[in-house]
Each structure stands twice: as C-alpha cells, then as structure tokens.
C-alpha cells in the first residue's frame, strides 16, 4: 500500500504538469527550428530547408553499421531532385566516432563519397543530447539507442518516424516511408 501525502502529491502534480508542458512545447517545435553547426565550423540553419524532406541519421565512422553511409549517399542521389535532404550528424556518444571535424570530413568523403550536409560532431543521446534530438526523441517517442538511427522529418517539419540501425536507408522500409513524406504536400 502508498501512503500519499500532501508533500507528495504536489511533487507528483508538479512532475506531471512538467511532463505536459515538455510535451506540449515539443509539439508546438519543428525541426526547422534547430540549428546546427557544420563539419566545416559554418552555422548550419534547418530553417535553410525549410519545406523539404529531412532524413536525420546519427553516424560514426568506427562501427559496424558505418557502410550506411553508401545507403545514405544512394537515398540523397537518388531522392535530392524530389526535396530530400539527408543530414549526418556525428557523435561519438558510443565511442566509435572520433572528435575531430576535419578527420571526420575527410573519412566520410574519401571512403564514402558524402556530399550531403553533416554537421560538427554532436552528442545524441543523455542530457548533454544536441536540443533537436531530443525533441526529435520526444516527438516520435524513440530515443537514439545506437550508431545510425534515422529521423525522417516531413515537410511540415514534424517526425514521420524512427528508424533503427537495423534499417538501412535503402531498404524497401525506408524508401516507401520517404517517398510517401515527399508525396506528401508536395
């Protein structure tokens, strides 16, 4: 049995409205409204594609999912025309990234052949997490658990969905739920 008393029924009441409030506050965002910055040390603006499709993906160059970054080059070629930007945001939260923007950058185009925008390297996950995925983690209810994880963001700036490492950005999953986002109000 719990005996509730008053002290602690406020604190339940208070933590419950903090709750709707984080909520509420993450609801009325979207994804445009972040910021971040560059590989290249520049400001890095979602605002800038407003309107177009994201396909957010946390990378890192030492893990063995790291070949995702040939299946996001594929999905940026192939769907850029149609509004799709795909956005690489390094972190070395699970000590497979290294911590140096130029390393990074070099890495991702030399192996990989990257030229889609990827930001500085960020921390995804905890409560030092970069402010977008948190609200992204709010959003969809799917925090980042793992080297690439994906957000795709529609049009309206609001996550469609998660996706897992698992998940390659080619797979038939993924190319259905972004081509479904691009038909969307487009």
Same mark, same amino acid.
């Given at each position: 049995m719990v005996i509730v008393n008053r002290r602690t029924?406020?604190?339940w009441i208070a933590s419950a409205l903090a709750c709707s409030v984080t909520t509420a506050r993450a609801a009325d965002v979207r994804a445009f409204d972040f910021d971040f910055m560059s590989l290249e040390g520049e400001p890095m603006p979602l605002s800038q594609w407003k309107g177009k499709v994201l396909l957010v993906a946390n990378t890192a160059s030492f893990c063995g999912f790291t070949g995702q970054y040939a299946d996001l080059v594929d999905v940026w070629r192939a769907y850029e025309q149609a509004g799709l930007v795909v956005i =690489?945001?390094?972190? +070395?939260?699970?000590?497979?990234?290294?911590?140096?923007?130029?390393?990074?950058?070099?890495?991702?185009?030399?192996t990989y052949?990257?030229?889609?925008?990827?930001?500085?390297?960020?921390?995804?996950?905890?409560d030092q997490a970069h402010p977008f995925f948190k609200w992204a983690a709010l959003q969809s209810g799917r925090g980042v658990t793992?080297?690439?994880?994906?957000?795709?963001? =529609?049009?309206?700036? +609001?996550?469609?969905?998660?996706m897992s490492s698992a998940t390659r950005p080619t797979s038939a999953r993924a190319?259905?739920?972004?081509?479904a986002a691009l038909a969307a109000g487009a």
């Open positions: 029924a406020s604190a =690489g945001a390094p972190s +070395n939260d699970f000590r497979q990234e290294s911590e140096d923007a130029k390393e990074i950058k070099s890495f991702c185009e030399l052949g990257v030229e889609f925008p990827m930001t500085e390297p960020v921390h995804v996950t905890g793992w080297n690439f994880n994906k957000y795709l963001i =529609g049009r309206d700036g +609001n996550v469609i969905t998660w190319r259905r739920e972004i081509e």
